[in-house]
């Protein structure tokens, strides 16, 4: 050895730390800065740990609404939303979150509190194998039995939630894991996520069959658009879509409940494939000649109960481009099944679009324009009942709130008004479970206004939706985070009723609601709450509920009959006997 080589100094140990600090460490590292959770001694290391994190741990009413506003965060952020919940009775509360954030490719990070591990496969007090359990519900089911694998475990799991179709990840952790001492060493960084490139000769293929189109559409939906370590930022691609899909004469729709991913004002807009979809969309993936399925899983819901397309050999020229393999082809076989990233075939196909020059299809900009009508059709719905009229309440919305305002709802026939008769812009977000889970809206309101307060956030929920996760005030008061609630009250469980009228008329059973006072209730959690019976009322009770600094709820008193925009329970009915009579 020469004199003047020198040893590298030998690296120093990691200090030791129990499985919880490693844990909490490693998802600072990740860049995690919020927690949603109800607490339980199965994991009460990691609450010690994140004592001195910086880590805020919002504290919850019940499992279900944490793992809720965890799946919105995702949601919202394009980050894992992050969740703490203990064993047994909190992990299948959370299940609903879980399954919701799988539905809405929204990246989520559970973790469970389990059972010692040498108590496991005993059936232990609240022991379940959560491997087991959730697999079915989510991308991923882990359970560390080694406090020194912590990093490892949490670094695939986080990689897991944010690759290809971004999803729910769970975690167990048995409880003596945590408090071991390791000599091991935390996650330091988050890795960027593999997003495939979108190859130029599928991007050049898909544009000319697009160019070439008499009635071209475009369909949009997924998750992802807002990963922060995506090579291309979500949003502004999909503008950048619209803007060629204007200048090309392209029809675009979105997935269920994914309104806000473009620009509603769009002459090119036509509205949603979801649930009661629209007739123009409808009509507009019948009659497609050519279809590009953009970053969209094709469900019951976008397929209007797989009756749109021919299974497995469509009509349409189908080209699928989706992040994940296991989505293509899965239903449809299509004639380009393209694995690549949503947001980077997006920017590809807006510039190839562009450079295409005129159209060859000479048909399509009189198919979207007709089209594009069947949007301003949904904003006229006929008169509906005497005392509050939904579609004024709606028009009084879109004219006031803010180009950022952010929506959100659960499941019910209230959750049309919002979702068809709002007109997203580009800042607007809507925050709704495509798993048509009840309880939704006001927990992913609650971590709405907890990750960008300085928003405006709108949760609409009905009156049986609300009791599901209403105890979540309380969590909006203690973190000061309040929205404005909407309950629409229709004293029902308003789509049950609706399919009961249709199918047994005159037969009411089991969907009556006896309701509270829930203007008490928004008071007794320190909210600014009115009851708004007439249309006049409204605006004015809206603006004293924007101007509150402690949230508002407004409990907004809809007629039974008007259970959806353009038919009346009584309408209804009458259809049904008449059709029943005929039969008979």
């Known amino acids: 050895m020469n004199a003047t080589d020198t040893i590298p100094p030998t690296p120093a140990a990691p200090p030791p730390q129990t499985g919880a600090q490693l844990l909490v460490s490693s998802l600072e590292a990740l860049g995690a800065d919020i927690a949603f959770g109800v607490p339980g001694e199965s994991y009460l290391a990691v609450l010690d740990a994140l004592h001195d994190s910086a880590i805020r741990f919002v504290l919850c009413r019940q499992e279900g609404g944490a793992a809720f506003m965890a799946a919105a965060a995702g949601k919202m952020t394009g980050r894992p939303g992050i969740c703490f919940v203990t064993r047994g009775p909190g992990a299948t509360n959370a299940s609903i979150g879980v399954h919701t954030a799988r539905q809405d490719a929204s990246p989520m990070l559970l973790f469970v509190g389990q059972v010692a591990r040498g108590m496991l496969g005993r059936e232990a007090f609240q022991e379940v194998d959560y491997t087991k359990f959730f697999a079915p519900l989510a991308k991923g089911a882990f359970e560390i039995d080694d406090p020194a694998r912590v990093p490892e475990i949490v670094g695939r799991a986080h990689a897991l939630a944010l690759s290809g179709r971004p999803g729910p990840v769970v975690v167990s952790l048995p409880e003596d894991m945590l408090t071991e001492v390791v000599a091991a060493a935390p996650l330091t960084r988050a890795l960027p996520t593999p997003r495939p490139a979108a190859d130029p000769g599928d991007v050049a293929r898909v544009a000319a069959a697009l160019h070439g189109a008499e009635r071209p559409l475009v369909l949009i939906g997924g998750g992802g658009w807002d990963d922060p370590t995506a090579p291309v930022e979500g949003r502004p691609t999909l503008a950048g879509l619209t803007r060629a899909a204007e200048a090309a004469g392209v029809a675009v729709a979105t997935g269920f409940r994914r309104q806000d991913l473009i620009d509603n004002h769009s002459t090119v807009y036509i509205g949603d494939a979801g649930v009661g979809m629209p007739p123009q969309v409808r009509r507009a993936i019948r009659e497609a000649d050519?279809?590009?399925?953009?970053?969209?899983?094709?469900?019951?819901?976008?397929?209007?109960?797989?009756?749109?397309?021919?299974?497995?050999?469509?009509?349409?020229?189908?080209?699928?481009?989706?992040?994940?393999?296991?989505?293509?082809?899965?239903?449809?076989?299509?004639?380009?099944?393209?694995?690549?990233?949503?947001?980077?075939?997006?920017?590809?196909?807006?510039?190839?679009?562009?450079?295409?020059?005129?159209?060859?299809?000479?048909?399509?900009?009189?198919?979207?324009?007709?089209?594009?009508?069947?949007?301003?059709?949904?904003?006229?719905?006929?008169?509906?009942?005497?005392?509050?009229?939904?579609?004024?309440?709606?028009?009084?919305?879109?004219?006031?709130?803010?180009?950022?305002?952010?929506?959100?709802?659960?499941?019910?026939?209230?959750?049309?008004?919002?979702?068809?008769?709002?007109?997203?812009?580009?800042?607007?977000?809507?925050?709704?479970?495509?798993?048509?889970?009840?309880?939704?809206?006001?927990?992913?309101?609650?971590?709405?206004?907890?990750?960008?307060?300085?928003?405006?956030?709108?949760?609409?929920?009905?009156?049986?939706?609300?009791?599901?996760?209403?105890?979540?005030?309380?969590?909006a008061m203690q973190a000061g985070a309040q929205p404005v609630v909407l309950v629409i009250n229709n004293a029902s469980y308003g789509t049950i009723r609706m399919h009961q009228e249709r199918h047994y008329p005159a037969r009411v059973s089991g969907t009556e609601i006896v309701n509270p006072d829930y203007t008490a209730i928004g008071r007794a959690y320190g909210m600014h709450a009115e009851r708004v019976a007439e249309t006049s009322a409204f605006a004015p009770a809206m603006e004293r509920a924007l101007a509150s600094p402690t949230g508002a709820l407004l409990e907004l008193i809809q007629p039974t009959e008007a259970l959806t925009p353009r038919e009346t329970l009584s309408q209804m009915r009458e259809k049904a006997l008449a059709a029943a009579g005929g039969a008979s």
Request: hydrophobic share 45%; glycine share 12%; aromatic share 6%.
């Open 290 to 475: 050519v279809l590009v399925a953009l970053n969209l899983r094709f469900g019951e819901t976008e397929t209007d109960g797989y009756t749109l397309l021919e299974v497995p050999e469509p009509k349409q020229r189908l080209f699928h481009v989706h992040p994940e393999a296991g989505e293509l082809a899965k239903i449809y076989r299509p004639e380009a099944a393209i694995q690549a990233c949503g947001a980077r075939f997006a920017a590809a196909l807006a510039e190839a679009l562009t450079g295409q020059g005129p159209r060859a299809g000479i048909g399509a900009a009189a198919w979207v324009a007709a089209l594009r009508e069947g949007v301003g059709a949904q904003l006229r719905p006929p008169a509906q009942p005497a005392g509050l009229d939904m579609a004024e309440v709606m028009r009084t919305l879109r004219d006031r709130l803010p180009d950022d305002a952010v929506l959100t709802n659960g499941a019910g026939n209230f959750a049309i008004w919002p979702t068809r008769l709002f007109l997203f812009g580009p800042g607007h977000r809507l925050l709704a479970p495509q798993s048509g889970a009840m309880g939704h809206g006001l927990p992913a309101a609650v971590a709405a206004k907890i990750m960008e307060p300085g928003r405006t956030v709108i949760c609409f929920a009905g009156d049986g939706d609300i009791q599901m996760t209403m105890q979540e005030l309380g969590t």
